[in-house]
C-alpha cells in the first residue's frame, strides 16, 4: 500500500497555518501609538491649556489695570485722534498725485522737443501735449519714445504742421488708471 499523502496544508510550519488574524507586533505597535497620543492629548487638555489660560486671565487683568491708569478724557481724545488719522489715510489713498507726470516728462522728452501747452485729465488719466519738434524725424522718435514706457498705455499725434522750419505738434497720451494713485507709486 501506498503512503497517503498528507494535506499539503499540514506540511506547513505551525506560525504558517495561522492566518485570517492581525499579528501581534501590528496591533501592539498601533496600540502603542494610541496610547502615545492619548499620553499628549491629555498632557496638552490637562497640563497645558491651564497654563495659557491663567496667562489669559493676567494678560486682561494687567489691561484692565493699565486702562484705569489712563484718564477717560485722554482716551477719548486718543479715539478722536485716531478717528482723524483713518479718515485722513482714506482721503489721501483717493488722492490724485498731478505731480507724478513731470519726472515723467523730464525723463522721456526728447532733446529737440519742447512743449508749448499742458492740459491732463486725471479723471481719464489723458494728457495732451501741443509743441515743437526740429524735424518729423525727431517728432516721431519722441512718439517711440511715449510707446516705450510702461505707464503710458497708448501714444497717438493729434495734429501735426510743419511751419518755420520746425514741427508744430499735439501727442496725446492715455495713462494706465493707476498711475496718479499714491498706492501705484509704492510699487514702483
Not at 524725424?137 to 519714445?145: D, K, N, R, T, Y
Not at 518755420?164 to 509704492?186: D, K, W
Amino acid at each position: 500500500m501506498a503512503p497517503l499523502e498528507l494535506n499539503p496544508y499540514e506540511r506547513l510550519p505551525r506560525e504558517q497555518q495561522q492566518s485570517g488574524g492581525v499579528p501581534w507586533h501590528l496591533f501592539s505597535f498601533s496600540l502603542f501609538l494610541l496610547i502615545i497620543a492619548c499620553g499628549i492629548y491629555l498632557g496638552l487638555k490637562f497640563g497645558y491649556a491651564p497654563i495659557l489660560s491663567s496667562r489669559v486671565e493676567q494678560l486682561d487683568a494687567d489691561l484692565l489695570t493699565l486702562s484705569e491708569q489712563i484718564p477717560e478724557a485722554q482716551r477719548e481724545g486718543f479715539i478722536q485722534l485716531y478717528s482723524q488719522m483713518a479718515n485722513l489715510q482714506s482721503v489721501l489713498d483717493k488722492h490724485v498725485m498731478t505731480s507724478l507726470i513731470f519726472p515723467l516728462l523730464e525723463r522721456n522728452t526728447h532733446a529737440d522737443v519742447y512743449y508749448s501747452s499742458f492740459d491732463l485729465s486725471t479723471g481719464e488719466g489723458r494728457l495732451s501735449l501741443e509743441g515743437f519738434a526740429r524735424s518729423y524725424e525727431v517728432l516721431a522718435q519722441q512718439l517711440g519714445a511715449w510707446a516705450g514706457i510702461k505707464e503710458v498705455e497708448k501714444s497717438y499725434i493729434a495734429e501735426s504742421q510743419f511751419t518755420e522750419g520746425r514741427v508744430r505738434f499735439r501727442i496725446v497720451l492715455q495713462f494706465a488708471p493707476s498711475f496718479f494713485t499714491p498706492n501705484a507709486q509704492v510699487a514702483r
